[in-house]
């Protein structure tokens, strides 16, 4: 038997809604989509090569200095590949035959244990709340890293990108929000086992609030 392949952006919409979840991964049904802006993808190069510079350095990125705990981690080899998706940090589950993977933004070294952290790019400073939709995918990443023999910290780092404003040649400042999170790697894991418990399953109602309620009365 085939196995289940999951990963946060996945557990994500297991989260929103277990309907276009199981369509996904069950029937290769995808929710419709629109155009979508490249600019956050080319801003997330950006940032890669960034942060390598400053990693090459031994240094953290001035925006986040003093509001960060660690270090970046050292090794640019090692985690070039974990923010691969094909060659990423890996679990797989044997008694479920289920497997997560993942890809990293960065990751920081805080007194021998691992702490992720994801850049995100916003077109207005954040909110309180703001940390809030990506707290499974950092719980999803503590996982990885403890299967992996890299004993996560209790946290995790979100960095926002907002512009703040543009000078002469189209030069763009950004505004850098470091928001630290609590994180568990068992939350993830008990998200992780219910979405493939749940693909066991025949398919599931739409939720309530799933925008894709009336595209998900199709047969399957």
Avoid at 38 to 65: C, Q
Avoid at 111 to 116: I, L, V
Avoid at 134 to 158: C, M, T, V
Wanted: with cysteine; proline share 7%.
């Amino acid at each position: 038997m085939e196995s289940v392949r999951l990963s946060p952006s996945t557990l994500n919409l297991f989260a929103e809604c277990t309907r276009c979840f199981w369509l996904r991964v069950k029937k290769r049904i995808h929710r419709p989509s629109g155009p979508f802006p490249s600019l956050p993808g080319g801003m997330d190069h950006v940032l890669k090569t960034y942060y390598d510079n400053y990693r090459i350095a031994g240094k953290l990125p001035p925006e986040i200095e003093g509001r960060v705990e660690g270090k970046l981690y050292p090794n640019l080899t090692k985690i070039n590949k974990w923010r691969n998706w094909r060659t990423g940090l890996a679990y797989f589950d044997k008694k479920r035959n289920a497997k997560l993977v993942g890809a990293l933004d960065e990751l920081l070294v805080v007194s021998g244990k691992y702490a992720p952290l994801d850049y995100k790019t916003r077109g207005s400073t954040i909110n309180e709340s703001s940390h809030t939709y990506y707290q499974l995918q950092l719980d999803l990443y503590a996982l990885l890293l403890k299967e992996n023999g890299l004993p996560p910290a209790d946290f995790g780092y979100l960095v926002f990108y907002s512009p703040e404003k543009v000078a002469h040649g189209a030069i763009t400042h950004f505004k850098a929000e470091p928001v630290k999170v609590a994180t568990n790697p068992e939350s993830g894991r008990v998200v992780f086992e219910k979405a493939e418990e749940l693909l066991k399953k025949s398919v599931p109602p739409h939720h309530s609030n799933c925008e894709y309620g009336i595209w998900q009365n199709l047969e399957v």
